[in-house]
């Protein structure tokens, strides 16, 4: 199986910064795209920012110019550098993988998300 585990959330005022970063484990043969969502209470989970394998990214709007998400292909890491950190950020950010997985022989492909990671933004 695949697992990811989140870092670095916590608390921050406003116009402050936070590092998170997520780490893929288990039988991975390539991880296509990686990303970062959040869930603010009683709200959808949302896309925050996501990467390709190539490097492409792609952010959602409240957060360019802001945010920064990176990836290391060969250690299956992304991150996400938040700046500018606004009180309307505060959520539980979840990674996200596109991961295609060795079992049996066989090749697979499926989602997986990691446990979460609390961010707050105090204003």
């Known amino acids: 199986q695949v697992q990811l585990v989140e870092s670095g959330g916590g608390l921050v005022q406003a116009g402050g910064s936070l590092r998170l970063s997520c780490a893929a484990s288990g039988s991975i043969f390539s991880i296509r795209n990686m990303g970062w969502y959040r869930q603010a209470p009683a709200k959808q989970r949302e896309l925050v920012a996501t990467?390709?394998?190539?490097?492409?990214?792609d952010y959602a709007d409240s957060v360019k110019a802001r945010f920064t998400i990176s990836r290391d292909n060969a250690k299956n890491t992304v991150c996400l550098q938040m700046n500018s950190l606004k009180p309307e950020d505060t959520a539980v950010y979840y990674c996200?993988?596109?991961?295609?997985?060795?079992?049996?022989?066989?090749?697979?492909?499926?989602?997986?998300w990691g446990q979460g990671t609390q961010v707050t933004v105090s204003s």
């Open positions: 996200n993988a596109d991961v295609k997985r060795v079992s049996a022989g066989r090749l697979y492909t499926d989602d997986y």
């Open positions: 990467i390709t394998s190539g490097g492409r990214t």
